[in-house]
């Protein structure tokens, strides 16, 4: 390995040890975030379908929704009017499945809640 002007110094064979330790903690950062995301499009979901079905909204009200979402969450991306509307029937779709339903609760751990 060279670094800018010296000699090329063999890598310590234990360095490898410290290399798999990052891809692990990388590996569970993602399945964190993605688990993470599942949960949050899980309720964001469940949240619109609630209001359809209780005619607490039209759908031009998840129109409004997504553009309130874009003007106060700034960079904020994956929640627009569409998107909005695939989470509901991702909810929809799986809400009484009885092996993906749960999978899903677990996600949220014990410290979070549906609401």
Known sequence: ??????AQVPADPGFAEVVTLIQAARARAYHAVNTALIDLYWQV????????????????????????????QPGLRGFTRPNLFRMRQFYEAYRDNEKV???????????TSSS
């Open 45 to 72: 979901g469940e949240y619109i379908s609630r209001k359809l079905a209780g005619a607490e909204w039209g759908d031009g009200v998840v129109t409004q929704l997504a553009a309130h979402l874009a003007n106060t």
């Open 101 to 111: 339903a749960p999978l899903v609760r677990q996600c949220r751990g014990p410290t």
């Open 1 to 6: 390995m060279k670094v800018r002007g010296q």
